[in-house]
């Protein structure tokens, strides 16, 4: 007995779920026009269009009024049935909410995407993980007291000595008893903020700025106001004056002026200089986080603005979670005139920092293992930034620009205008790579066209195909987008 053959728009169908399946069309992008189906298939459009709802009524492809067809999201797995593999990967849409883009982000880190590139991380191979695993042996051994110790006394009076040290390699002359070891930048910009402001004031930041101070003040209760910086300049100054002039009452400047989050900017020393005299002329207490400073890549290290801060005004902070060891979360705060307060503070929330971390850390310091870890740290990430910032020259669509950093592990990609970096993470999660869109880098709709990188993997083979993946559907995005009405344009 002979099958009857199927019908032709069951055969069409078939052929597209085929082509589905294969990842032809990764889901949420759009599919051809259903004229545009007929003519390929040599059907009349009732036909293409009885394709497409066959497909629709499958959960294959979704209609969207005005706008066509599209490839369907994989269905939600049942709640009974929730492995990590069957879990709905992160949707990219939940990133326009400022309370939740930092866990967004954090979810991200999945198994499902080999490829992440969303956080300012490097891979952990890249740093001296068995150096510091003997360094922790050998203070352990010597002091195994440091396993009992509640509180760090001596030993945090010898990491400061060690920091102050470091800091005067920095250009920075500060004593040792107004430094305070915390718990990464993130305590010590936690504490500067609890200290300087009250819930409703205003604080001034970069715009593009690192979505986890945005989180930060929000915590705090603390209003952002975003000053404009640039890649090549850091934050404008004009811009600032301009705010600080007109705009409402500034309590205080969070800035990162050493290969800034997430452009990359290097503030000139002029700048720094500039930005000092400002703050002071205002009245206004800066806050700087140093946390890539150590991650240059030519032959001198930038200076911090505090070396230049006679009066006490400058809060800095720095860190080893990117420079050294994450996993230590070790950071050190220099708060100046504010030094005592931040104290005080620190020892009602947390504390104090791991006596024993701070024992390794006092070590390595002393023994020059961080300068030289640090250096080939360095070296690394300098020959990562260039390759990915060549992949995405080579990669992406026409109008496509970037600006090498000189330092950091970042690298800032501002798309062709139109270009919505949400939208295309949402597809290069299902392809299995992550990036941070542009959206996350504010608290206004600013920056949709832009995102950024990590640099922090070694470049290999798979990762310039993922970067070719990304320009593959950033150009699909931009050409399939010309063909709609704006107005047309489907939702995130
Ligand atoms: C600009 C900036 N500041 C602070 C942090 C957090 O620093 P830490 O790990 O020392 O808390 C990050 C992390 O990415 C960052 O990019």
Known sequence: ??????????????????????????????????????????????????????????????????????????????????????????????????????????????????????????????????????RLQQTLARQPELIGAHLPGNTQRRLTAALQQLAQQRGMALS???????????????????????????????????????????????????IPCTPDQGLSLPALEFALRHGPAVRCLVCVPNFQNPTGGLMPDEGKRALLQLARRHGLTLIEDDVFGDLYYGSERPTPIKAWDRDGEVIYCSSFTKSYAPSFRLGWIAGGRHHAALARLQASSTLAVSPLLQAVLAEVLESGDYQRSSQR??????????????????????????????????????????????????????????FAPGLVFSAEPRFGHCLRLSCGQPFTPALDAALATLGRLLSRQLSQDKDVPAASLPPL
Request: a neutral charge; one cysteine or more; aromatic letters at 4%.
């Open 1 to 134: 007995m002979t099958s009857s053959p199927l019908p032709r728009y069951q055969q069409i169908a078939a052929e597209l779920a085929a082509q589905l399946e294969n990842g032809d069309y990764p889901p949420g992008s759009r599919l051809p026009a259903v004229r545009q189906l007929a003519a390929r298939y040599g059907v009349n459009n009732l036909t293409a269009l009885a394709a497409y709802r066959l497909l629709e009524q499958q959960h294959q492809v979704e209609a969207r009024p005005r706008a066509g067809f599209f490839a369907a999201w994989p269905p939600s797995p049942q709640p009974a049935s929730h492995t990590a593999a069957s879990l709905p990967l992160p949707s990219a849409a939940a990133l326009v909410d400022l309370h939740s883009r930092m866990s967004t982000l954090l979810l991200l880190a999945d198994d499902r995407i080999p490829l992440q590139l969303h956080m300012a991380e490097a891979a952990p191979a890249l740093y001296p993980s068995a150096e510091l695993a003997r």
């Open 377 to 434: 740290i360095r070296q690394q990430l300098a020959a990562q930034m260039h390759a990915t910032a060549d992949a995405v020259l080579r990669h992406f669509p026409k109008g496509t620009r970037v600006r090498k950093p000189q330092g950091g592990m970042l690298l800032w990609v501002e798309c062709p205008e139109g270009s919505d970096s949400t939208r295309l993470l949402q597809q290069a999660l299902h392809a299995g790579i992550s």
């Open 176 to 226: 040792a008893d107004g430094i305070l070891p915390c718990h990464g930048i993130t305590e010590g910009i936690s504490l500067a903020l609890r200290h300087l402001t009250r819930p409703g004031d205003t604080v001034a930041v970069e715009t593009p700025v690192y979505f986890g101070l945005l989180q930060t003040l929000q915590g705090l209760g603390l209003k952002a106001l975003e």
